[in-house]
């Protein structure tokens, strides 16, 4: 069973930067699409950002401008550079790969940003 291992988060001051990192931890066939996804307490988890296998890049508008989503195809890893951090930010952040009908879910790695 390939799982997705996420790295990358923890505390930061506002305005600051994190880069989340996630990668499988066996050969996923044929990934059409990575992805990131947060959650923060009391919320419903949200899509964030995602990039097709031909490299499109999708974001949220709530972090347009100051995400960004890069993948590796071949090594089975999407990367999240987060910049200009605010509060509201803050969450688990979970990233996913889609390849046909199977969707892989890391276990989450949280973010916290101080105001």
């Known amino acids: 069973q390939v799982q997705l291992a996420e790295s990358g988060g923890g505390l930061v001051q506002a305005g600051g930067s994190l880069r989340l990192s996630c990668a499988a931890s066996?050969?996923?066939?044929?990934?059409?699409?990575m992805g990131w996804y947060r959650q923060a307490p009391g919320k419903q988890r949200e899509w964030v950002a995602s990039i097709t296998r031909a490299g499109y890049t999708n974001y949220a508008d709530s972090v347009k401008g100051r995400f960004t989503i890069s993948g590796d195809n071949a090594r089975d890893t999407v990367d999240l550079q987060m910049n200009s951090l605010k509060p509201e930010d803050t969450a688990v952040y979970y990233c996913v790969m889609q390849a046909g009908f199977q969707d892989y879910w890391g276990q989450g790695t949280q973010v916290t940003v101080s105001s």
């Open positions: 066996g050969s996923i066939f044929r990934i059409n699409v």
